[in-house]
């Protein structure tokens, strides 16, 4: 079980003697894979770009839709480590460069999608296939 933790630090005049001291509050508890699901759709892109490279390193084959989805961020920096979370997953690359303009990244967005609708088909029926939050996938 994951846990998203809340700190709070409160720091007192060195005149008092009193120390900092620290609390830490259970804030939510959800499934880690849930929780990292949620993530990737979150306003903040910081916890997107957490969410990107938590998948990376998890090298969580479920999360690939969700990564697919990232490739089309306003920011670069989850652009380009959802597609480095998608080469470590899949050893694929289908020409993405995060750098490129809008119109080429969304022709490779394009040719990770038919790769997942491909993936989708061929699971088998005990696994079923993992839509992105928003279940837009052409």
Known sequence: ???????????????????LW???????CASPATNLYKRFEDQD??????AVVDAGNRKDPNAAPYLVD????????VRFFAALALEKITGQTMGYRYYEPADRREEAIGRWRVWL?????????????TEPVGGDAP
């Open 22 to 28: 620290l609390v830490c509050a259970c804030v939510s």
């Open 117 to 129: 609708k491909a993936r989708a088909a061929t699971q088998p029926a005990s696994q079923p296939a």
């Open 45 to 50: 892109p910081g916890v997107r770009l957490a």
């Open 1 to 19: 079980m994951s846990m998203r933790l809340s700190w709070t630090i409160a720091a007192v005049a060195p005149k008092t003697g009193l120390v």
């Open 70 to 77: 990232r490739l089309g961020d306003s920011e670069t920096e």
